[in-house]
């Protein structure tokens, strides 16, 4: 691979990928939408990913592409995640294309979902990805969807981090599989050099509650509230994330060995 675009490359998973592709000697194209780059390697283009045009346009020099932009709620989230990622799988027709999705397409009512469970998403959000998965899927068909959890750490503090410090409440019965973002950039970009096709888990080995994930984040459990995940929150969405394990050399670290 000589040359890679990663979209939403100002965001938390993104830069990431940035830094440590640029480190590898990728040449690394970039997109951002509302956050300039600062201080981050690569060219870069502010472009929507709804603009099929702009997005094809970026496309057509580029051996690979990782999908990373999202909008976690708002007006423009469902039109963000399915038909933005619809149209940037489009453009990506005939490269690698690696595109990240989340443990909410799950309705948590088990947890350990491994690739062959049905989606079932209860949230808005979980909703939006699970019709993005589909629909690229369906343009691309060999593409490799990185389902993944709560991601932390890294060279900037992350929505993780500061929620943690912020005095805020946490669920002691909602389970994650929390992902070191380092480990989660390293494992995507092995698998743009793998064929993997489809939904492919790649989260931390640990499953532990958003509660006791504050804690090992280190929040002052004086400071924090207990609560009890509401019916509108899928409750144990971990996953198994041993078809990963088995197939990169990347580690995929539990979140106990990394904080503990």
């Known amino acids: 691979m000589q040359r890679l675009?990663?979209?939403?490359?100002?965001?938390?998973?993104?830069?990431?990928?940035?830094?440590?592709?640029?480190?590898?000697?990728?040449?690394?194209?970039?997109?951002?939408?509302?956050?300039?780059?600062?201080?981050?390697?690569?060219?870069?283009?502010?472009?929507?990913?709804?603009?099929?045009?702009?997005?094809?346009?970026l496309t057509v020099d580029v051996d690979a592409v990782v999908h990373t932009a999202y909008r976690q709620g708002g007006d423009d989230a469902w039109s963000t995640n399915v038909e933005g990622s619809a149209s940037v799988a489009a453009a990506a027709a005939g490269r690698r294309l690696v595109h990240v999705s989340s443990d909410l397409v799950f309705d948590g009512r088990r947890g350990r979902y491994t690739e062959r469970d049905e989606t079932?998403?209860?949230g808005a959000y979980g909703r939006s990805k699970a019709e993005a998965e589909r629909r690229v899927a369906g343009v691309h068909p060999r593409a490799t969807i990185v389902r993944t959890s709560l991601i932390y750490g890294g060279a900037d503090p992350g929505v993780q981090e500061r929620l943690a410090h912020e005095g805020t409440r946490f669920f002691v019965d909602e389970i994650r599989s929390p992902v070191q973002v380092g480990d989660l950039a390293d494992a995507m970009l092995e698998l743009l050099a793998l064929e993997w096709a489809g939904p492919l888990h790649v989260g931390g080995a640990d499953d532990v509650s958003r509660y006791d994930f504050a804690l090992l984040l280190g929040a002052d459990p004086g400071r924090i509230e207990r609560a009890r995940t509401p019916p509108e929150r899928a409750r144990d969405v971990s996953l198994d994330s041993s078809c990963a394990a088995g197939l990169l050399a990347t580690r995929l670290r539990g979140v106990r060995s990394v904080l503990g």
């Open 5 to 57: 675009l990663v979209t939403g490359g100002c965001g938390y998973l993104g830069s990431e990928l940035v830094r440590r592709a640029h480190a590898r000697g990728v040449d690394v194209v970039a997109t951002w939408w509302q956050r300039p780059p600062a201080g981050l390697p690569g060219a870069w283009h502010r472009a929507d990913v709804r603009d099929s045009d702009a997005v094809a346009r």
């Open 120 to 122: 079932a998403p209860v």
